[in-house]
């Protein structure tokens, strides 16, 4: 049981991340997407503490429950929207016209993270693994993408951006299987998915930064390639 000092900290720690979102919301605006992408990341890791930190010192709240999602969406949900909206600013700083509204379209990453979230807190299916992306490796994907490749994405045609957003938006509340990365033991055939995408996700970081961007999409291929293999098999049995 936790006593008045440990139950408050796997809040302290939640409030933490939301801390690190907020500054990311910062750098953002000031266009300094590397440190955005810092601080993502640091709120994942934030993230990750708060929850084990809450089981080790079963110190569980209900306050804690809602503060964290509140957490999550501001540090997965607004920041990687407010680095989408900035980064979108730079593409169209010479437009014009209904054209200077555009860079708002990035706000729905903010609104489908925070349905994401609510969905995620009443499905009791989740457990052990998602259904839809989860928000945080979305908010690394747009985070790494524009901080690794800025310049190209300078390059592409607006309308593929604008199609990638509503891509992203659409995978977080979809009803896609996506598998966790929660080992219940380390036998090779109850996790060979999990130890396919840690092996190749540690060759993507070759690339750098923009591997961990890759890394969200080779989660996402493989969690489709698992789901149509499961489907395949089942009408076949």
Same mark, same amino acid.
């Given at each position: 049981?936790?006593?008045?000092?440990?139950?408050?900290?796997?809040?302290?720690?939640?409030?933490?991340?939301? @801390?690190? #979102?907020?500054?990311?919301?910062?750098?953002?605006?000031?266009?300094?997407?590397?440190?955005?992408?810092?601080?993502?990341?640091?709120?994942?890791?934030?993230?990750?503490?708060?929850?084990?930190?809450?089981?080790?010192?079963?110190?569980?709240?209900?306050?804690?429950?809602? +503060?964290?999602?509140?957490?999550?969406? +501001?540090?997965?949900? /607004?920041?990687?929207?407010?680095?989408?909206?900035?980064? /979108?600013?730079?593409?169209?700083?010479?437009?014009?016209?209904? $054209?200077?509204? !555009?860079? @708002?379209?990035?706000?729905?990453?903010?609104? @489908?993270?925070? /349905?994401?979230?609510?969905?995620?807190?009443?499905?009791?299916?989740?457990?052990?693994?998602?259904?839809?992306?989860?928000?945080?490796?979305?908010?690394?994907?747009?985070?790494?993408?524009? *901080?690794?490749?800025?310049?190209?994405?300078? *390059?592409?045609?607006?309308?593929?951006?604008?199609?990638?957003?509503?891509?992203?938006?659409?995978?977080?509340? *979809?009803? !896609?299987? $996506?598998?966790?990365?929660?080992?219940?033991? !380390?036998?090779?055939?109850?996790?060979?998915?999990?130890?396919? @995408?840690?092996?190749?996700?540690?060759?993507?970081?070759?690339? #750098?930064?923009? #591997?961990?961007? /890759?890394?969200?999409?080779?989660?996402?291929?493989?969690?489709?390639?698992?789901?149509?293999?499961? +489907?395949?098999? *089942?009408?076949?049995?």
């Amino acid at each position: 049981m936790a006593n008045k000092f440990t139950k408050h900290i796997p809040n302290t720690i939640t409030c933490l991340n939301l @801390f690190s #979102g907020c500054i990311c919301c910062v750098m953002a605006i000031w266009h300094f997407y590397d440190y955005a992408l810092l601080c993502i990341v640091l709120s994942a890791i934030f993230d990750f503490f708060d929850g084990l930190a809450a089981r080790a010192l079963n110190a569980h709240s209900i306050i804690g429950k809602d +503060i964290d999602s509140l957490a999550d969406d +501001i540090s997965f949900g /607004l920041a990687p929207a407010a680095i989408m909206f900035s980064f /979108l600013s730079d593409y169209l700083n010479e437009a014009d016209g209904w $054209m200077e509204l !555009l860079p @708002f379209v990035a706000f729905l990453i903010a609104v @489908f993270s925070a /349905l994401r979230l609510a969905k995620f807190n009443n499905d009791s299916r989740q457990t052990t693994s998602f259904f839809g992306l989860p928000v945080p490796a979305n908010a690394l994907f747009w985070s790494a993408l524009v *901080s690794g490749l800025y310049e190209w994405l300078l *390059s592409i045609p607006l309308w593929v951006l604008l199609i990638a957003i509503l891509v992203s938006c659409w995978l977080l509340v *979809s009803e !896609l299987p $996506m598998f966790s990365l929660k080992f219940k033991n !380390l036998t090779w055939a109850d996790n060979k998915i999990r130890f396919l @995408f840690l092996v190749i996700s540690v060759l993507l970081l070759y690339f #750098g930064i923009t #591997g961990i961007a /890759l890394i969200i999409l080779w989660y996402i291929a493989l969690s489709v390639a698992v789901w149509i293999y499961n +489907i395949f098999n *089942s009408k076949v049995e």
